[in-house]
C-alpha cells in the first residue's frame, strides 16, 4: 500500500522495465501498485495485465483504473503464461483469485495471492477463515488443499501477507502446517 516504488528501488528493478503485470486479484492493497502514491502509473512500459476472466468486472468497477482497461488480458486457470509460468485458480478469497505457478523444473514456487492471511494462526490451522474471504468455505477449502499439495510436493509458495521476505516452504506439523521463510 503505497510502498511498492520503495521495494523496487531496494531490489535494482526500474518500473519502467516492466511491461506486464499478473495480478492475483482486484482488492486495493493488490491493484492500488499500478499507481505510484502521486496517481501517476507506476509502470510507464506497461503493455499488459494479466487478470482472471472472472475478476475483470471488478477490476473496472474501480474508477480510478479505467485508463488501464485497454491492457487487461483476461485468463482462465490452466492457461501457459509462459514456458515456465501457469495461471491457477485459488477460490474462495476473492472474484477469479487468481495464483502463478512459475516451474524451473528444479524447483516450483506458487504466487498465493491472499489464500494466507494471518501465517502464525492458518499455517497451524488452515481450518481459520478470514472476514475478508468473498467464501470462507471455499477459501478454507483452498487454503487446506494448497499447503497439502505445497508441503507434499516442497514448493515454495510466496504471498503478499506472509511478512519478510514473503517466500518459503510449508512443513507439515502436527495436525498443521509450518511455514520455512527462505533463509
Request: hydrophobic fraction near 45%.
Amino acid at each position: 500500500m503505497g510502498h511498492l516504488g520503495e521495494a523496487m528501488d531496494e531490489a535494482s528493478i526500474d518500473p519502467s522495465s516492466v511491461t506486464v503485470v499478473a495480478l492475483t486479484h482486484t482488492h486495493l492493497d493488490h491493484v492500488n501498485g499500478l499507481l505510484a502514491p502521486d496517481g501517476r502509473e507506476m509502470f510507464a512500459n506497461l503493455t499488459k495485465i494479466l487478470i482472471a476472466k472472472d475478476a475483470v468486472k471488478s477490476f473496472l468497477d474501480k474508477s480510478e483504473l479505467e485508463r488501464f482497461r485497454h491492457l487487461l488480458a483476461p485468463i482462465t486457470s490452466g492457461d501457459r503464461l509462459a514456458d515456465h509460468l501457469l495461471a491457477v485458480a485459488i477460490p474462495g478469497h476473492a472474484p477469479g483469485h487468481m495464483g502463478y505457478r512459475l516451474d524451473t523444473g528444479d524447483d516450483s514456487i506458487l504466487f498465493c495471492g491472499d489464500v494466507i492471511h494471518v501465517p502464525a494462526a492458518q499455517f497451524a490451522q488452515p481450518e481459520l477463515t478470514w472476514d475478508y474471504d468473498d467464501s470462507q468455505a471455499v477459501a478454507r477449502a483452498t487454503r487446506i488443499k494448497l499447503l497439502q499439495d505445497a508441503a507434499g510436493a516442497r514448493t515454495w509458495l510466496a504471498g503478499a501477507h506472509l511478512g519478510r521476505p514473503g517466500i518459503g516452504k510449508v512443513v507439515e506439523e502436527g495436525q498443521g502446517y509450518s511455514f520455512v521463510p527462505v533463509a
